[in-house]
C-alpha cells in the first residue's frame, strides 16, 4: 500500500511540474471589429511621414468637429460604442468626447490608429519578465512597451539580453483589429517557455 501511494504522490508531483511548463496560451484570437462594441481601445500616435489622424479619424466636442491631434489624443483609452451606417466606428470617451474612425467593415476590416486596450495591458505586464526569443532560443527580458502608429503590429517592446545588448520589435498579441496578412504577433516571436 506504501509504495502505491508513494507512486502515486511522485505522478501528481511529475504532472504538476510538467504543466507548469506548458505554454500559457496563445495571444492570438483575432475578432472582428463588429464583436468588440462596448470594449476599451487606445488611440495610437500618428504616423509623421503618412496621412495625418484627419481624413480618416474625426474628434467631436459639444456637437463640433475639432482636429484630432496626435500629440493630444495619442494614448488614450475610450471605448468602442457602435458601428455607424456600416462604414465608421464610433468610440466614446469619459471625457465626453466623441470619435469617428473610418472603417471598411469585412473578414479584414481594421480601424487605423487603434488597438485593443486589453492587448495594450497585457503587453505592458511583460515588463520585467523573461521570456524565450524564438530567433535565437535565448532568454530576454522585456524592459519596455510603448505605442507604435501601426494597428498591425501596435506595441514597441524593447528586450534586453542577460549581456546588456538590447533589441526592439513591434508586435500584435491578439489580432484583433490587425489585417491577417500584416499582423506581426508576439508568439510568433516571443515563447515563455524553451522554444
Known sequence: MNKFLIALLSLFISSIAYSQQQPAGSFHAPRKIE????????????????????????KW?????????????????????????????????EWGVLYYQYFKPGDDGTMSFFAPAADYEKAKSFVNKQVWLKSDKKKVTVTDVKLTPDNNAPFKFT?????????????????????????????????????
Open 35 to 58: 464583436q468588440t462594441i462596448g470594449e476599451k481601445y487606445v488611440l495610437l500616435p500618428a504616423d509623421s511621414s503618412k496621412m495625418n489622424y484627419n481624413f480618416y479619424l474625426h
Open 61 to 93: 466636442v459639444d456637437g463640433e468637429e475639432l482636429k484630432a491631434t496626435p500629440a493630444t489624443d495619442a494614448g488614450r483609452i475610450m471605448v468602442l460604442s457602435d458601428i455607424v451606417e456600416d462604414t465608421h466606428a464610433k468610440f466614446e470617451a
Open 159 to 195: 528586450y534586453k539580453y542577460a549581456n546588456g545588448k538590447q533589441g526592439i520589435i513591434a508586435l500584435a498579441l491578439s489580432g484583433t483589429n490587425s489585417k491577417k496578412d500584416k499582423v506581426q504577433l508576439f508568439d510568433e516571436k516571443f515563447s515563455f517557455v524553451t522554444p
